[in-house]
């Protein structure tokens, strides 16, 4: 465990997970990630050992083949793995979401039919709701699915930033139907696509064109996701009603925020921990460059942030398992995680100096990744605006 961001209250079976996933990143992931982040591998090694760990299934109940656990659980566990290589915490998040999506609001053929597949990672989920003109507008989504006289759907359009897009083999994509709804928000329907893996015209109507070139999480398919004359059938909605696809996707994003917020912890306390350690090793003017006013302050302040994001994850985490409301924790933990990280990493490279500059040094892959999770799940924008409108209905005057 590392000396920061611990976390009081855990069962000896968290913790031992816990401890099991942080041992399986310092073994596996830090010493083959920035080979594989460098040439855009995809680390299948990797997930298949995450397979075997049971991390697919961690969130999906024991009935399903999974281990039934907590929010605060899986959290835990994102942050150790995004602390190792955040395009590993990557490969699980959209799945985590979408299982999460079919436990909660799915019917119980389609709970029987894809949850214990997911547990074992037999089939891995992707999540789209973004298309190439819209981002967080999430009510003015254009792919449409147009109901047929049998009672069948066929879909149109383009959507976008599918992470896991290529590798997944079950999309759950936002549409517009025609719901006749006066609110635009109203007229969204959630489909559970089945798919192989792979690029190109996957199945009739259905095209992932390729991955898409990134600045950082690399090694990691990103792309876009094309319907042209799909056809869906009744069965696909989820959770069996069309409409009800907004409130479906934005329980999905208030955990997703939660596991944002993780990955930011993750990248943050690897960036300390890496400048920590140089500071106490590079010497200048006769002393470890620790033991200068500015740099210790500046270690000081690292820690600080990091503590601080932790703890707001974990309330985040603990909210949602409670079964209370979230959505400004969520907002509020991812908001201040990814700045934090963000801070964090820039403040790490600066005291690597010159090294920090080169693709030797671990450090450089951070400063690329940390920038994802300002814009992952919602801007910090989009998050002050989640928070302030929760603030003036609880302060009205």
């Keep these: 465990m590392t000396r920061l961001a611990q976390t009081l ?18 073994k596996e992931i830090i010493p083959a990630a920035q080979e594989l982040e460098h040439s855009d591998t995809y680390p299948q090694a990797i997930v ?42 990557g490969v699980i998040n959209t799945h985590f979401i979408v299982a999460y999506m079919i436990r909660q609001h799915g019917t119980d053929d389609q709970k029987q039919k894809f949850l214990p597949r997911m547990a074992t990672g037999e ?36 959507k976008m930033w599918l992470t896991n897009g290529g590798s997944s083999t079950l ?89 944002v917020s993780a990955r930011a912890c993750g990248v943050g306390i690897r960036a300390f921990e890496l400048a920590v350690r140089y500071a106490q090793q590079r010497q200048t003017f006769g002393k470890p460059i620790a033991e200068h006013q500015a740099v210790a302050f500046q270690l000081a302040e690292m820690a600080t942030k990091v503590e601080a994001a932790h703890l707001m994850m974990v309330n985040a985490a603990r909210l949602k398992d409670s079964g209370e409301r979230n959505d400004v924790a969520a907002g509020m933990a991812k908001y201040l995680a990814s700045e934090f990280c963000s801070e964090v990493t820039q403040q790490s490279f600066r005291i690597h100096g010159g090294y920090g500059y080169s693709k ?7 400063m690329r990744d940390a920038p994802f999770l300002l814009i992952g799940e919602g801007t910090s924008e989009i998050q002050k605006n989640i928070i302030s409108k929760r603030l003036l209905a609880d302060y009205r005057i």
């Design 123 to 158: 089939t891995r989920g992707a999540f789209s709701m973004s298309e190439p003109e819209l981002g967080s507008d999430v009510a003015a989504i254009r792919t449409r699915a147009t109901k047929q006289a049998d009672g069948d759907y066929v879909i149109d359009g383009q």
């Design 171 to 259: 999309v759950a994509a936002l549409v517009r139907t025609d719901e006749g709804a006066d609110k635009p928000h109203r007229n969204l329907t959630a489909f559970l696509v089945e798919k192989p893996t792979g690029f190109g015209e996957v199945v009739p109507g259905l095209v992932i064109p390729g991955k898409l070139d990134k600045l950082g999480y690399k090694g990691i398919d990103t792309t876009e996701l094309i319907f042209d004359g799909y056809h869906a059938n009744a069965d696909d909605v989820l959770g069996g009603v069309t409409g009800q696809g907004f409130f479906q996707m934005m329980d999905g994003v208030e955990v997703g925020r939660v596991n």
């Design 48 to 89: 298949d050992q995450m397979k075997e760990m049971g991390l697919f299934g961690l969130m999906i109940p024991e009935e399903y083949g999974g281990l039934g656990e907590s929010l605060l659980t899986y959290a835990l566990c994102v942050e150790e793995l995004a602390r190792g290589w955040m395009s590993v915490s």
């Design 9 to 26: 209250g855990l069962t000896e079976f968290q913790t031992e997970i816990v401890s099991t996933v942080r041992r399986f990143v310092d």
């Design 360 to 366: 030797e040094y671990e450090i450089e892959r951070l």
